[in-house]
């Protein structure tokens, strides 16, 4: 939510054809900019075709977009197509890269 200040934010993923409304109905839809389904676009990670589109929905170039992925296999295909990426492996670690790589939270 703090990032949403002042960037533009996307889920990318796996997930239901539900998503949207679980979204909606635990107050995150807002959070997010963009949502990009697997469920419903017919792609996932680590499909370079899904980081294409969703940076084309939220409007932006790969090398303008960061993705952050519990699964090292999918940030090393976003790194491949010119995004940055960071593998998420807790809260802290993240902001201390996000901090490192001048992202204001």
Known sequence: KRL?????TAL???ATLYLDTQL???GLR???DVVVNSARVGLRKP???IYRLTAKRMGLSLEQCLLVDDKERNT????ALGM???VFRSAA????????????R
Do not use: H, S
């Open 4 to 8: 949403r200040k002042r960037y533009r």
């Open 12 to 14: 990318c993923g796996k």
């Open 24 to 26: 909606t109905d635990y």
């Open 30 to 32: 807002p959070v997010f």
């Open 47 to 49: 499909d370079p075709q």
């Open 76 to 79: 090393l295909a976003a790194e």
């Open 84 to 86: 940055k990426a960071i």
């Open 93 to 104: 670690d993240l902001a201390r890269q996000l901090d490192y790589r001048g992202i204001n």
